[in-house]
């Protein structure tokens, strides 16, 4: 799959490209358009520390080309990357030589939530992190039970979330299970951080969630600049020019590297709604 053509032609609606060049390239047409950019550099759930370190010393290339070009970007990192299930000490030594590069550039460094076994984890590595250097946030999945209280907790603090509705699969004792539910706790969830959070993300491409989020805003007088926007690349083009046309902050989650077919393969198999997902952006 890696090697064909018409797979990468596939990918390449979705993926920036397999060097940090072609991420660095496609965030400059996107900053051209007034969209701001995080960028992924694929490669989850790594096979040893040294390929930790390896994850960490792209990242921080990443940080200062960006810095060097004076593109409005970002990094999302997953801590399955930086090592967390060899040493959690090394894991955290890792994302913390990028927060000091973050830190040192002005920048941030958004740390992804994956499956509930690290959710304790994530957010004690991201809120110790924070109280040392700032540069830093998490991500908040809506079907979680749990995330009500994290939400609250992680306001008090000052730490910046990115809200999404979440793509694992998930037990029933820990996750909601029906759509409408998350969506529930989604708008409520959205609610509490447009009024109590520091510079919210609103993560979803469900034009409901996208259109609850504006009627809220402006029902509260919450300024556009207040909080963003963030959808993946490639996803629903058509909403994201809309929302840029009328004045809203969007950021595009930009994954590049060279792991993008078990990248692929994990969001399909994870959760099986990720494939009619896929197959409906597909065929926009």
Known sequence: METSGLARRLSSRFI??????DALAVARSLNAEGISVTLDHLGENVASLEEAAASRDEYIRALDQIQAAGLSANVSIKLT????DFDEAACYEN??????????HSSFVRVDMESSA????????VTD?????????????AYLYRSERDVESLCRQGI??????GAYLEPAGVAYERKADVDRNFVHLMKILLETGVYPAIATHDQ???????????ARQIAPSAFEFQMLYGIRRDIQKRLVSKGYRLRLYIPYGKAWYPYFMRRLAERPANVLFLARNLFR
């Not at 920036?16 to 060049?21: D, N, Q, S």
């Not at 540069?135 to 999945?141: C, F, R």
């Not at 910046?160 to 509705?165: A, D, E, P």
């Open 16 to 21: 920036a490209g397999e060097t940090l060049a």
């Open 81 to 84: 990357q930086f090592g967390i």
């Open 95 to 104: 994302v913390e030589l990028l927060v000091k590069v973050a830190a040192r």
């Open 118 to 125: 690290y959710t304790d984890r994530t957010l004690r590595l």
């Open 129 to 141: 992190l924070h109280a040392r250097y700032a540069a830093i946030g998490v991500v908040i999945q």
């Open 160 to 165: 910046r979330i990115r809200l999404c509705k």
């Open 208 to 218: 409901a969630m996208i259109a609850e989020t504006e009627r809220f805003a402006a």
